[in-house]
């Protein structure tokens, strides 16, 4: 029973690292535009359709669709920030107006897949020698280790990036201040694009991680990891990257762990409720700071 | 106390007077249209024998109308609207088929039940803005993911429940119709009513609405159940007309992006806004999903996007924002 319990913890970090992935892209969008991307999810499944046709298509692994999924996506987020969000600051309530405009991205994405790949489950086929490694009794897969570790590089690179380069200064920066920031000659307009492929990117690459780790995917499942996405960012506190890495291990562990007890939705009820649970007692989340808003 | 520069005190008995009769001559403008449409409706059956296309029409004038209640008098946006359509269903197929109770109460059943599912949600109106949005969202799903883990034999698991002896297709026809007529009437005395006039107080400013002594929480309660409780029904009624509880229909969350679009391209916050736009798109909606279901969504995603870009305001709405003129007429 303690293995089980220890798996489940272990399992718990791994899937939580890969939603802290996740939760960090909402986050920089949401931070520097006050953008909710509900399309998240369709571009995580997207990131892992290019991961799947560049395997099959020209036998490419995912070590080099990993660095090649980010350029491609950022570009594509950089390009799509102008086509639709300048013209959302005009309207009534912006926020929830890009909830909903991205909702319209979401489904539009999620068409557009089903569309091109049909509905069927695709997968990554890896060959990686041995499957499973045995550390002290626990049996760990070895592509999760591996997605684990990239993953940590990434979040590495991502905070090297925010917190030690002009760029990253800057974006964070507009999360604090977005006024303050173009008094100081700033280009706002061009930061919010970057930031935009940015967490697009991001998306992408958690898509190619999250399609070695999953067995399948689907053009059905991009809600699913958005709704993941904002429970994490929920519980971390809604624009705050590091707030949502936390948030995730959170809801990581707590989801893992109750499989080993519970059937697998009650596991995710359950992993749902600790976001309610949260609003009553911290409605800013664990790392908010502005009330609410 | 529409005119932003109110003239000296002596002047503004008239021009109460003023807005009282313009506030009158909306609403029965309003009040004939919803009349006309609902006669309409009523006749459809005795023309032709394919209500089909009129009952969807009414449904979704439902629907939208009750997510107006929601956006456009209080300013929520609710992601998980969908959930008060599903219980509604739910309660209907579980109350008729495995309790074995007649229709009308299964129906009755199907309202109770939505108004304790909008009860048992309500302290999320606590949030504001997306966070409501967002968690509104995973509370959805929560119950979904309850309801789908409840024993097989209490809720059909995945196929669903079947309500083969209740088919009436007239007589849900009509149901429907009792319920657009009820949500358009409540939606017509929010407009006049003090509790309309609060909540639209508290959506533009609730710090301001509670200093002039409006109670902020009780009002917004009204409103969300009021919203939650025509969907629930609409939802039962649904159940009934085509004889099943469908799981993956249920709780689809493209019920929640219809009733936002239709609403939305009418133009949330006006009365006569989310009827219109459900009248303007239904019929292709209709038309493209028999044939191409899958180019039917993308579509549905880019009138989304495309209203949030070009005509956040939907078409009301935007057509009084350019002739100001109208708002004598148009509520």
């Known amino acids: 029973m303690t293995t089980l319990v220890i798996q489940g913890l272990l399992n718990g970090i791994i899937l939580g690292v890969l939603y802290g992935l996740i939760g960090v892209g909402l986050n920089v969008i949401f931070g520097v535009l006050r953008v909710v991307n509900f399309a998240h999810g369709e571009f995580l499944v997207l990131g892992a359709y290019f991961a799947f046709v560049l395997m099959t298509a020209l036998g490419i692994g995912p070590m080099v669709s990993l660095p090649l999924a980010f350029i491609v996506f950022f570009a594509v987020g950089y390009a799509l920030y102008f086509v639709l969000i300048p013209r959302l600051s005009k309207s009534d309530d912006p926020e929830t107006s890009s909830l909903l405009l991205m909702f319209g991205v979401s489904i539009m994405l999620g068409a557009i897949m089903l569309l091109v790949f049909e509905a069927d489950a695709r997968s990554l086929q890896l060959d990686i020698e041995p499957v499973f490694l045995m550390l002290g009794g626990l049996l760990i897969p070895t592509v999760r280790l591996i997605a684990l570790l990239i993953a940590l590089v990434m979040i590495a690179l991502l905070a090297y990036f925010l917190y030690k380069t002009q760029v990253g200064k800057a974006l964070r920066a507009i999360i604090m201040n977005r006024d303050a920031v173009r008094i100081v000659g700033i280009n706002a307009e061009r930061l919010s694009a970057v930031a935009f492929g940015l967490g697009i990117g991001l998306a992408a690459v958690t898509g190619v991680l999250v399609a070695m780790v999953f067995p399948s995917f689907s053009p059905f499942m991009g809600n699913d990891y958005t709704l993941i996405g904002f429970i994490v960012i929920v519980l971390g506190g809604l624009g705050h990257p590091i707030g949502a890495l936390v948030g995730a291990l959170l809801f990581g562990i707590t989801e893992q762990v109750s499989v080993v007890f519970f059937n697998p939705s009650i596991a995710t009820m359950l992993g749902f409720g600790l976001m309610v649970g949260m609003i009553f007692i911290k409605p800013t989340g664990l790392f908010g700071r502005q009330a609410l808003r | ?331």
């Open chain 2, 1 to 331: 106390m529409n005119s932003p520069h109110d003239p000296p005190v002596a002047q503004t008995g008239d021009h109460r007077g003023q807005d009282m009769r313009a506030d009158q001559l909306r609403t029965q403008i309003a009040m004939a249209i919803f009349a006309v449409l609902t006669i309409a409706m009523a006749v459809v059956p005795s023309v032709t024998g394919n209500v089909s296309l009129a009952f969807y029409l009414m449904l979704w004038v439902t629907m939208a109308s009750a997510m107006n209640i929601c956006v456009g008098f209080t300013g929520y946006m609710p992601f998980g609207f969908v959930v008060f359509y599903g219980v509604g269903a739910y309660a209907t197929g579980i109350c008729y088929r495995i309790l074995d109770w007649p229709i009308l109460p299964s129906l009755i059943a199907a309202g109770v039940v939505g108004v304790m599912i909008s009860l048992l949600l309500a302290p999320t109106l606590r949030l504001k803005g997306v966070y409501f949005g967002i968690v509104s969202l995973a509370l959805a799903t929560i119950v979904r993911l309850f309801i789908a883990n409840l024993p097989d034999d209490f809720t059909g698991g995945s196929i669903g429940l079947i309500l083969a002896k209740a088919n009436n297709p007239t007589h849900s026809y009509y149901a429907m119709l009792v319920v657009m007529a009820a949500t358009l009437a409540t939606v017509l005395w929010l407009s006049t009513s003090s509790l309309g006039k609060a909540l639209k107080a508290i959506r533009d400013d609730d710090g301001a609405a509670a200093c002039i002594g409006i109670h902020v929480p009780n009002t917004r309660l009204k409103a969300w159940v009021l919203a939650a409780l025509f969907p629930a029904l609409a939802g039962g009624i649904e159940a009934w007309y085509t004889n099943v509880v469908d799981p993956e229909y249920a709780f689809n969350v493209l019920v929640t992006a219809k009733s936002i679009i239709y609403g939305m391209a009418g133009g949330f916050g006006t009365i006569l806004g989310p009827v219109i736009g459900t009248l303007a798109l239904l019929g292709v909606d209709h038309l493209i999903w028999q044939k191409f279901p899958v180019i039917n969504l993308l579509l549905l995603g880019l009138v989304i996007v495309l209203l949030m870009l070009f005509m956040p305001r939907g078409i009301v709405g935007t057509l009084l924002k350019r002739k100001p003129q109208l708002r004598r007429y148009i509520a």
